[in-house]
């Protein structure tokens, strides 16, 4: 495993980091590929690489595996482009690191002798000039070959990252959660963040979040959940609803939504009068 060889497709922010991790693996990234000349030598500078290119047809030499970091929506065109090339895939591995696609989109590979899976790293990747410690990160495998698996488990012990294997059907479910998780609680600090203006004001709701994840860590999702739900805490609830009804009803509506899933998802310790009341606030 020591001498694994790749080429990276995609020099972005996903890419690059997967970059830095193979760098200090001592996995040799012999090509970086990026339609943008700049990003593609950028990265090559930083990792020691040689080959910076943005075609595909310029690969003449041998490697373990490829690498195909590029959004969703270009993943077909990569294949595509791969097999142009005329690129020996004979006992080659090839996997993309999309979160919602499954191995699927690479069968065209697979048909000229690749083995081909999916590795996508449940992580927010903000900046591609940061260094990601992938001893924090999971990573979810998925492909149909079992010899595809067992090299993407390798390949993650050698990052120093965990992994899972998901099957294919549950890949789009398990990114639409991460997107909940991650994009949505972004989205609300920002509210918060341009609707109080204040630096310290936002720092505390980043520590309420990190408090709430270490009780679901320490005592998991169903006994973590706190506030005036738990409480029956009508007064509070309606209170908050007036707040954000102000600002962005739609926000409001958001609150009723998820606090009606909340009452049919959690065993409330509260008597039936209260539970009705609730319903009713949260119906509209």
Same mark, same amino acid.
């Given at each position: 495993?020591?001498?694994?060889?790749?080429?990276?497709?995609?020099?972005?922010?996903?890419?690059?980091?997967?970059?830095?991790?193979?760098?200090?693996?001592?996995?040799?990234?012999?090509?970086?590929?990026?339609?943008?000349?700049?990003?593609?030598?950028?990265?090559?500078?930083?990792?020691?690489?040689?080959?910076?290119?943005?075609?595909? *047809? %310029?690969?003449?030499?041998?490697?373990?595996? +490829? $690498? @195909? &970091?590029?959004?969703?929506? /270009?993943?077909?065109?990569?294949?595509?482009?791969?097999?142009?090339?005329?690129?020996?895939?004979?006992?080659?591995?090839?996997?993309?690191?999309?979160?919602?696609?499954?191995?699927?989109?690479?069968?065209?590979?697979?048909?000229?002798?690749?083995?081909?899976?999916?590795?996508?790293?449940?992580?927010?990747?903000?900046?591609?000039?940061?260094?990601?410690?992938?001893?924090?990160?999971?990573?979810?495998?998925?492909?149909?070959?079992?010899?595809?698996?067992?090299?993407?488990?390798?390949?993650?012990?050698?990052?120093?990252?965990?992994?899972?294997?998901?099957?294919?059907? *549950? %890949?789009?479910?398990?990114?639409?959660?991460? +997107? $909940? @998780? &991650?994009?949505?609680?972004? /989205?609300?600090?920002?509210?918060?963040?341009?609707?109080?203006?204040?630096?310290?004001?936002?720092?505390?709701?980043?520590?309420?979040?990190?408090?709430?994840?270490?009780?679901?860590?320490?005592?998991?999702?169903?006994?973590?959940?706190?506030?005036?739900?738990?409480?029956?805490?009508?007064?509070?609830?309606?209170?908050?609803?007036?707040?954000?009804?102000?600002?962005?009803?739609?926000?409001?509506?958001?609150?009723?939504?998820?606090?009606?899933?909340?009452?049919?998802?959690?065993?409330?310790?509260?008597?039936?009068?209260?539970?009705?009341?609730?319903?009713?606030?949260?119906?509209?």
């Amino acid at each position: 495993m020591n001498n694994l060889s790749c080429v990276i497709i995609g020099a972005g922010r996903v890419g690059s980091s997967f970059a830095f991790a193979f760098h200090k693996s001592n996995i040799k990234v012999k090509c970086i590929v990026d339609i943008n000349s700049k990003s593609a030598k950028n990265l090559a500078k930083k990792i020691g690489c040689n080959l910076a290119i943005t075609r595909l *047809e %310029k690969i003449s030499f041998e490697f373990d595996f +490829v $690498l @195909i &970091s590029v959004q969703d929506r /270009f993943i077909i065109q990569i294949v595509k482009d791969l097999l142009r090339a005329k690129i020996n895939l004979q006992r080659k591995f090839i996997f993309h690191t999309s979160g919602a696609l499954s191995s699927d989109i690479l069968e065209p590979l697979k048909r000229n002798g690749a083995k081909v899976f999916s590795l996508h790293p449940n992580w927010s990747f903000a900046n591609k000039n940061d260094y990601i410690d992938f001893s924090e990160v999971t990573c979810a495998i998925e492909s149909d070959s079992s010899y595809a698996i067992n090299f993407g488990k390798r390949l993650c012990k050698l990052l120093g990252c965990k992994f899972i294997v998901l099957n294919k059907n *549950e %890949k789009s479910l398990y990114h639409a959660f991460a +997107v $909940l @998780i &991650s994009n949505y609680s972004v /989205f609300l600090l920002e509210e918060i963040n341009e609707h109080f203006q204040n630096k310290q004001i936002l720092s505390s709701f980043i520590t309420l979040l990190k408090s709430t994840l270490t009780n679901v860590e320490l005592y998991n999702p169903a006994n973590s959940l706190t506030g005036p739900i738990v409480r029956g805490d009508l007064k509070t609830i309606k209170q908050n609803l007036i707040a954000l009804k102000k600002i962005n009803n739609q926000l409001a509506q958001v609150y009723m939504k998820i606090g009606s899933l909340i009452l049919k998802k959690f065993d409330l310790s509260l008597d039936k009068e209260i539970l009705f009341k609730l319903e009713k606030i949260f119906k509209g």
